[in-house]
T-cell receptor, first 113, second 114 residues
Framework: DAGITQSPRYKITETGRQVTLMCHQT?????MFWYRQDLGHGLRLIYYSAAADITDKGEVPDGYVVSRSKTENFPLTLESATRSQTSVYFC????????????FGDGTRLSIL | GENVEQHPSTLSVQEGDSAVIKCTYSDSASNYFPWYKQELGKGPQLIIDIRSNVGEKKDQRIAVTLNKTAKHFSLHITETQPEDSAVYFCAASRLTGGGNKLTFGTGTQLKVEL
């Protein structure tokens, strides 16, 4: 029972570089989400997807790009990383049926130097 | 948009005592309120949730209460144990439309002391 997995778990990169965080779920959930977690802010939604090829912005989308070509994968790309994007990133998924909770991966800790 | 405030930010209790964490929300249309527990190095795990048509829900030592009129909800943990030490997050959303986007509180670090 793999559930939802994120990779890499840790990443260090430099400003201006492109970096992609991966998220894979084995439940065939239709909805997937990306959050960032920062001290004093809790978890803030970056982007979400209701199904393959359907994505929408969340609260803090600037500087991020997502795609969803397959139901099970939802990669998050920082096209030109900035220090303010240093954070812990969490992916989540939920069933499309009503009243279902979101299930989270264990996160990617990203440091941008 | 929705705004969720959570208090306290840190909470220390003695083992066996009760712990209460409180949240308020701003959007009167919110109707789903989950609570998540996050252990160090892990993602948030759902521990209990409540819908707006219910005032209280219990699951063993954990309970959640909801006051729709006042727009606040609370997590109650009784007979606390060391393994309850973690960060707890409340959240709010509308179940219909928008994909159940959650707005989270800023978290409460609970420490259960022996």
């Amino acid at each position: 029972d793999a559930g939802i997995t994120q990779s890499p778990r840790y990443k260090i990169t430099e400003t201006g570089r492109q970096v992609t965080l991966m998220c894979h779920q084995t439940w065939s959930h239709s909805y997937m989400f990306w959050y960032r977690q920062d001290l004093g802010h809790g978890l803030r939604l970056i982007y979400y997807s209701a199904a393959a090829d359907i994505t929408d912005k969340g609260e803090v989308p600037d500087g991020y790009v997502v795609s969803r070509s397959k139901t099970e994968n939802f990669p998050l790309t920082l096209e030109s990383a900035t220090r303010s994007q240093t954070s812990v990133y969490f992916c989540a998924s939920r069933s499309g049926a009503g009243n279902q909770p979101q299930h989270f991966g264990d996160g990617t800790r990203l440091s941008i130097l | 948009g929705e705004n969720v405030e959570q208090h306290p930010s840190t909470l220390s209790v003695q083992e066996g005592d009760s712990a209460v964490i409180k949240c308020t929300y701003s959007d009167s249309a919110s109707n789903y309120f989950p609570w998540y527990k996050q252990e160090l190095g892990k993602g948030p795990q759902l521990i209990i949730d409540i819908r707006s048509n219910v005032g209280e829900k219990k699951d063993q030592r954990i309970a959640v209460t909801l006051n729709k009129t006042a727009k606040h909800f609370s997590l109650h943990i009784t007979e606390t144990q060391p393994e309850d030490s973690a960060v707890y997050f409340c959240a709010a959303s509308r179940l219909t439309g928008g994909g159940n986007k959650l707005t989270f509180g800023t978290g409460t670090q609970l420490k259960v002391e022996l």
